[in-house]
């Protein structure tokens, strides 16, 4: 198979229930920080929170599906920024597990804190979610749907597209289509009471966000 013959289209209102499907095989099991604290285990095949979380902006016209012989082979979840509504807001989070995770990635948007490292910017699409089927990596899927989602920033205005990298490779994606590092965290130091939170296993040694101007 070859990234050509994979479709890439916006979802529809009656697939999200096959998006979470999708998910709940590679997403919430394999995601390096999601795996680290095993949120998802045998024992605990779901996690509310993370489900309820991951798909909050499932009806916004801006989400996207990889579809090959008519099988959801990716999912890329996007959601606009906008300067005159942003807030910095805490998710509600009752999962003890799942908690350690949404906090670091607040954290780390407060301190990239977008907006005022980029006065000129009033619109950004963020990539909130991107992934693919474990037996499909490595042949441009993750690739053909970052680049379709910044097709969709510009046709909706937006001056930049914002990716936050939780592991190495999708990070590695980001840098190969030009992406710019703009802030980085080893999660080893990333710690709470003295304790480092998160451990993801090799390669995943960092968070990275990434940033590219339109």
Known sequence: MAANDVNIRLVRPDEQEAVRDHLRKFFYRQEPCNESVQIITEERPICHDLESFTLQFFNNGLNLVAEYNEKIVGVCLNVMLERDKFEFEEYPV??????????????????????????????????????VDASLRGKGIAKKLTNKSKELAKEHGAQMVFLECTSFFSAAVAKSLGYELVWSLDYENYKVNGEVVLKPVHPHKSLQLFVYKL
């Open 94 to 131: 009752k999962d003890e597990r799942f908690v350690k995770v949404v906090r670091l990635l607040e954290y780390a948007e407060r301190k990239v804190d977008l907006f005022k490292r980029y006065p000129e910017v009033n619109k950004i699409l963020s990539i909130f979610v991107l992934s």
